[in-house]
């Protein structure tokens, strides 16, 4: 027989383990399901998490999961492959082959970073190759960084990054050439611009060397910055009814997510939604409130549901 959960979560990172914390401390039968493929695992810690600042993110899934399982919430390694609505809730096909039912869906599946066509782009990804200065920062703090360039935003991405260092370079690769008023900006916070495409990043013993620009010449520097198009893990979700959309900043096109209301409820009913494949720019402790939000507002239409059926079911009685 199919075994029943109330809820089945989809993703057990931050998001999902804490929506699976207050529902499984609501006393709710729950399953998370984890691929075991966090956006973060390449980073060395988890940062501007109050109390648990620099926390390696394995170590901190690790602790989660063991806080849902003290609860008796079950979590496995695995995948969803499919989820069909029944008419009492979702049938939901898993990797290994097993089908489980749930009442509802919190799906956390995360988000895809796409990164620049850059050779040593991707070996050096979240280490020396960075993309948020709040994540990363203070780590390269007073280093020499490179800002690749290859969208509009460029320029507020190097403004950014001065907070932290005064030895920012600007590499223009495929951006667009910075306006007037740009190149004053630019000038007036003493960050360097350097036309021309890059050809590669180098590396030393596993860490950054610099930037081979496709002239030739290479430019020595520490931690080098690019802008990942973020697409939302949404293939699950789609199969369901729901669309990722496109989101801005600027005006500019930076990924895509799927749209829910502000407890996490997808306009499918019985879905809902939390951390990065429903909020791009959520960092960790932003997708764990939100994850704990989503599960406060899943209990609460349960307990609605539970106290219908109750009614129901004393009307019935009472008729008899």
Partial sequence: MEQQYDVVVVGGGAAGLSGA???SRARRSVLVVDAGTPRNAPADGVHNYLAREGTPPAELMAAGRAEVAGYGGEVVEGTVTSAERTGDG???????????????LLVTTGLVDELPDVPG????WGRDVLHCPYCH?????????????TSAMTVHQALMWRQWTADVTVFLHTAPEPSADELTQLAARGISLVEGEVAALESRDGRLAGVRLASGELVPRHAVVVATRMTARAGLLTSLGLEPVEMEMGG????THIPADPMGATSVPGVWVAGNVANLQAQVIVAAGAGLTAGAAINADLIAEDTRLAVAALTTSGAR
Wanted: aromatic residues 8%; hydrophobic residues 45%; without cysteine.
């Fill in 21 to 23: 914390l207050a529902l």
């Fill in 90 to 104: 979702f049938r939901v096909g898993l990797g290994d082959g097993r089908e489980v039912r749930a009442r509802r």
């Fill in 121 to 124: 782009v991707r070996e050096l």
């Fill in 137 to 149: 920062g203070w780590e390269v703090r007073d280093q020499a960084v490179g800002i690749i360039g």
């Fill in 252 to 255: 500019h096109v930076f990924g």
